[in-house]
């Protein structure tokens, strides 16, 4: 026997409503895998990435601490999101000397659609220091809270970065 559209009709609405109590929405679901650990990023983006050769310790491009690294781009001024961060930090930027991070790169179509396979010999993104997507998470974590948006580097910020008040690094923003 069919229902009544005055049934049918609330009947739908309660279990659209219910459905909805039970299933968080999907977006919440994907940010929350994205949120990382910003004090595991600093020490990843420190001293197993070693992101700090090209971007600098304060992700200015300026203050590398390796002279013969490209010079990276300023992270403090960076448009990126968060998806275009954990997607740059996976797939590095083909065209560039910006490496790709994840371990899968270019091997399943994830990164541009692309695989080593279709860049020329010699044009491939280079293959930096493998990270898991916790870390890449953790990084990008590091970056939108200590080094997005923040301004011209301090004296704070590098000893904080280094563990450190008196570092070497930080000794001309005194």
Not at 21 to 47: F, K, N
Not at 87 to 103: K, W
Request: some cysteine.
């Amino acid at each position: 026997m069919p229902l009544s559209s005055t049934v049918a009709i609330p009947l739908a609405a309660l279990t659209l409503a219910l459905a909805t109590l039970h299933a968080p929405p999907l977006r919440a679901q994907e940010t929350d895998q994205h949120i990382g650990d910003p004090e595991r990023g600093r020490v990843v983006y420190r001293s197993v990435g070693y992101c700090g050769n090209c971007h600098g310790w304060a992700g200015d491009g300026k203050s590398g601490t390796n002279l013969q690294a490209p010079v990276g781009p300023n992270l403090r001024e960076t448009p990126l999101d968060t998806a275009a961060l954990i997607e740059v930090i996976g797939c590095g930027r083909p065209g560039s000397a910006m490496p790709y991070h994840d371990r899968a790169a270019y091997r399943d179509g994830r990164c541009f659609g692309m695989g080593l396979d279709d860049f020329a010999p010699g044009n491939a993104p280079p293959r930096g220091k493998t990270f898991n997507d916790r870390d890449v998470a953790n990084i990008v974590a590091y970056l939108e809270t200590y080094v997005i948006g923040r301004g011209e580097p301090t004296y704070e910020e590098c000893a904080e970065f280094y563990d450190n008040p008196s570092a070497r690094a930080c000794a001309g923003l005194r």
